[in-house]
Structures are given as structure tokens and as C-alpha cells.
């Protein structure tokens, strides 16, 4: 019998519109969908996904329903499915440190949200029966993640942090999942084929050979919101520390690599830029470079990670597992904390889906 996979979101910008698509097409699709790894894990397909509840503090978004909430600016993921109407409408989220910096000049905030408390974020995760709640909030927003991460746990939902802000890696957190006996996966979504997750294939790559990498950077750009945010050095930081984390994990020494993201660019809406460069040097020191430039559409990127993310989640919360799913976290987020090379993130995150049956 189809089961359906109850899922709330936090934050309904461009990689919820991306997420929200992406359930929608699956629900009438009748072949595998491009990009999509598994069909099924833990039983449930994407098109079992059931969005049951959605926070935002935008005053633009607040109160519509969901299908028209994900195109509302400054969302600016492409459209590429229409999605019904869902009957969920976005509610009105615990503001917090949420809107700092440059987004509080082109989001208006919900009077709601100003001085909400998180606890209603709980008592509706409880109301919807939510299983899983996606934290997609700006990055920087460190107390709002942390609130949000606390509601999921008190609310038994699973929590997936696609931000780069503390959750898997906030020791008090960790516990209080362990302590509900809930599931908690982060910390920042990878791309599903983003430029860490090719900067790292490469380095992999070349450390296998033998080469030694002298000089790398990977520069970001892109025209979303993400990208306008982080345009403010006091919202990065966590991202950047990310970024070197990642690189960390293949081997590279990555306290002098510059790794983006590095622009804000307008006209490129949802599109970013990366480009890469890696300098090393092979037998008898002879110099081997390369650059690539990689454009994708970033939200669909996010997806697709989010894809596998929300279906471990909602099987590993069917088990009884408490606490960091470790075993997935090193394949889907750039921050696990568990770092492992791409080859072996891989290889156990498909060994967990093949022993879900
Ligand atoms: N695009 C990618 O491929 C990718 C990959 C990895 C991680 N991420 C991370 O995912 C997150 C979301 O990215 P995005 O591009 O969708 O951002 P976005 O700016 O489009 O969306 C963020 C949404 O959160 C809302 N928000 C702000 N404070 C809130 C609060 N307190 N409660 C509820 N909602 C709140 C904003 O109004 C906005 O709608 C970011 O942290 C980003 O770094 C994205």
C-alpha cells in the first residue's frame, strides 16, 4: 500500500520551490525521474512526499498556499512544473536572527513573526503529524536554525539542516535528539552536482595518482537570495567554514583555499557560476593545471540532495534511530560530522538505503 511521507518546511524560498516541484512531478510521473538517485528508499517515493505545514516570516508569502508562495519573489527558481493547489497554507515562523543583513531590505517581515514564539512551531509539527521538518532558512541564522532544530526534537519530527549554521554539530542539540529519540541529519546540504562536489571528486582524483596539489580556489557566483545574503561577510562565515571542511575531507590542507560563495550577481537569478582551478605537480615535478567553469541552476541542484535526505530521514524516524544518521551525512551534506572522501560517503549512504529494503 502507497504510504504517504508527512513534511513540513522552514523557510519557503528557492530550494523549497525546487523541493515542492520536484514532489509534485513525481506524484504523476511515470518514468524515473532525471537526477533522482533512488526511486524508492524505505519504501516511500518522492511522489509519497506530502507537504503538511510551511513557516516563513516574509509578510508576501505568509497566508498564500504553498504552490503560489514558491514563486512569490524574491524566490527566483525557475518554474517547471505548476503544482495544484496543496491546501497548506504558509504560516507565520519565529523571526529571530532569520532576516539580517541585506535580505532585511528586500523581505518584508509578517507582524506575526516579530515576536513569535518557537514553541508554535512544536505545537503545529504535533497538529500536522509531521515527520520531517527541512530547515531551508538563510544561512547566518543561527538561533532561528537552533529554535526550529529544538521544535522538530520536542515534536518527535525528524530534522534535516540544509543550513551550515550548528545543528549535527552543537553538542547540546546532538543530545536533545538522542534524549527524544529522534532522528537529525546536517549539517548544510551539498549540491546534488555543485561545485564542492566536483572540487572534491577532482582533488580525489588527483591524490589518487599520486599528484600533489599546490594552489586550488573555487569561486560562486549567482543572482538568488542565498547569494545576496551571503554577499555579507558576518552571514558567511558558517558557509565558508563548510566549504573548507568539505575540501578538508579530500585531503586538501584548505586554510589558504579560497572557496566560495563570492558574488552576488542580479541578472543570473537562480543560475550560479563556479569556477575552479587546481594547480599541482605530478612525476619529476612537471606542473599539471586545470579550470572549469561550472553553471547550474541551484535550487533543482538542492533538490535533488533534499530527495534522498527527506526519505532517509522519515525511514531512519520509522526505525527508532536517535540522534545524527551518521551513515548518510558524509555523502549528503558538506558538513558531517563524520567527514569522509566522496568514494566512501557514497558507498555508505548506498549500503543504508540497500539495508532499508
Ligand atoms: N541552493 C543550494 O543548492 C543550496 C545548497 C546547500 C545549502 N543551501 C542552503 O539552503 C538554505 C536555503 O537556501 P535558499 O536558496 O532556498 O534561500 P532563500 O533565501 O531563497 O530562502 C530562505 C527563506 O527563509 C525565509 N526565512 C527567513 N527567516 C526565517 C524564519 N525565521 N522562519 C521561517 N522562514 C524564514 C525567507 O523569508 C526565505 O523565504 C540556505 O541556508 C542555503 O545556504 C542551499
Known amino acids: 500500500m502507497k504510504k504517504s511521507l508527512r513534511v513540513a518546511i522552514a523557510g519557503v524560498g528557492s530550494c523549497s520551490s525546487s523541493l515542492v516541484q520536484v514532489a509534485s512531478l513525481a506524484r504523476w510521473s ?81 507582524p506575526d513573526s516579530a515576536d513569535l514564539s518557537p514553541d508554535v512551531v512544536r505545537r503545529r509539527l504535533v497538529e500536522t503529524g509531521a515527520e520531517v521538518l527541512v530547515c531551508l532558512l538563510p544561512t547566518g541564522s543561527t538561533e532561528a536554525v537552533q529554535a526550529y532544530a529544538r521544535a522538530a526534537a520536542l515534536a518527535g519530527a525528524a530534522f534535516i539542516n540544509a543550513t551550515p549554521e550548528p545543528v549535527a554539530h552543537e553538542p547540546e542539540l546532538v543530545a536533545l535528539f538522542e534524549e527524544r529519540g529522534v532522528p537529525l541529519l546536517g549539517d548544510d546540504l551539498r549540491s546534488h552536482l555543485g561545485a564542492t562536489t566536483l572540487h572534491t571528486a577532482l582533488l580525489e582524483l588527483l591524490h ?36 573548507r571542511r568539505a575540501l578538508s575531507a579530500a585531503g586538501i590542507d584548505a586554510s589558504t583555499v579560497a572557496a566560495g560563495p563570492n558574488g552576488f550577481v542580479p541578472f543570473l537569478g537562480d543560475h550560479k557560476v563556479g569556477f575552479l582551478r587546481i594547480e599541482a605537480t605530478s612525476v619529476l615535478d612537471s606542473q599539471l593545471s586545470l579550470e572549469i567553469r561550472m553553471e547550474v541552476e541551484d535550487s533543482p541542484n538542492a533538490a535533488g540532495v533534499l530527495a534522498n535526505a527527506i526519505r532517509v530521514a522519515a525511514a531512519a524516524r520509522d526505525g527508532g534511530m536517535a540522534g545524527v544518521v551518521d551513515e548518510v551525512c558524509a555523502f549528503l551534506f558538506k558538513s558531517p560530522r563524520r567527514p569522509a572522501t566522496e568514494p566512501v560517503g557514497l558507498g555508505r549512504f548506498q549500503e543504508f538505503v540497500a539495508a532499508l529494503g
Request: aromatic share 4%.
Open 208 to 243: 589518487t595518482r599520486g599528484l600533489r596539489v599546490v594552489n586550488t580556489y573555487q569561486l560562486n557566483v549567482g543572482g538568488n537570495t542565498d547569494f545576496l545574503n551571503l554577499a555579507d561577510p558576518a552571514r558567511s562565515a558558517a558557509k565558508q567554514k563548510s566549504k
Open 30 to 110: 511515470t518514468t524515473p525521474l532525471a537526477g533522482i538517485m533512488h526511486e524508492r528508499i524505505g519504501g516511500y517515493g518522492m511522489g509519497d512526499v506530502e507537504f503538511v505545514a510551511a513557516f516563513d516570516v516574509d509578510a508576501g508569502k505568509v497566508g498564500l498556499d504553498l504552490s503560489k508562495a514558491i514563486l512569490q519573489s524574491p524566490v527566483v527558481a525557475d518554474e517547471h512544473v505548476t503544482v495544484e493547489t496543496t491546501g497548506v497554507q504558509v504560516e507565520p515562523g519565529p523571526l529571530l536572527d532569520g532576516l539580517r543583513g541585506p535580505l532585511s531590505e528586500v523581505v518584508t517581515v509578517h
